[in-house]
């Protein structure tokens, strides 16, 4: 049988991009690293979304979001804003983001100005059940450069902008603990399950180190 190194994935080609939604006067924003131009004519945006981000269910209901892309000059600081916590436990347009950093979009949905250089304006034509993530098939209904600034992608981010994971060190008490070497987030148990993921940064079991004393 095949070998199954899932870490192969990440030598796929992907962009990184703010997803935004806005819902009865809440607005939110997570970290995507699928989205692609699907047709020209009409002209369609594919974006895929979690199914554990608040900003997935907010564009179920609404049917309309923005994506803001990402350059290689964004600070560490924007990734962990949008996408090492979750909505449902944080305001992403609180008072911590500078509001110099964001405006609103003709739809109403803020989009990001900052360490960015396009945004678009995405109305939702149809959907796509993937398990974990919901495809959206969109219509632009706007878009607009922001700046000449050069995409990043996610092999960048992983080599040049994201923190190096500090050395793990041992489990008080005689406990087992799994630790994501990407946020460092920490689940205590005999066993991880094959199909965990990080509640915060949403990576797999490979990426988890086995703690003991």
């Known amino acids: 049988m095949a070998e199954m190194n899932t870490k192969a994935m990440y030598k796929l080609s992907y962009g990184l991009y703010v997803c935004t939604a806005a819902k009865d006067g809440k607005m939110n924003g997570c970290i995507i690293n699928t989205a692609i131009q699907a047709a020209s004519s009409p002209a369609l945006i594919t974006i895929a979304v979690s199914k554990e981000n608040l900003t997935h269910d907010m564009i179920m209901e609404t049917g309309r979001c923005n994506i803001s892309v990402i350059t290689q000059d964004a600070n560490f600081e924007l990734f962990r804003h949008f996408g090492y916590a979750s909505g449902r ?110 509640p915060i940064c949403k990576h797999g079991k490979p990426d988890f180190e086995k703690i003991t004393v």
């Open 89 to 198: 436990d944080k305001e992403k347009f609180g008072d911590d983001l500078p509001k110099t950093s964001y405006k609103l979009a003709g739809n109403g949905i803020p989009y990001i100005t900052e360490e960015t250089n396009a945004y678009f304006s995405l109305k939702v034509k149809q959907t796509a059940d993937l398990g974990s993530h919901t495809v959206f098939i969109c219509e632009p209904e706007a878009m607009e450069i922001l700046s000449d600034g050069i995409s990043c992608t996610y092999e960048y981010y992983q080599s040049n902008i994201k923190p190096k994971p500090e050395k793990v060190g041992t489990a008080p008490n005689g406990k087992t603990i799994w630790r994501c070497t990407i946020c460092g987030y920490e689940y205590e148990g005999d066993d991880l399950p094959d199909d965990f993921i990080c």
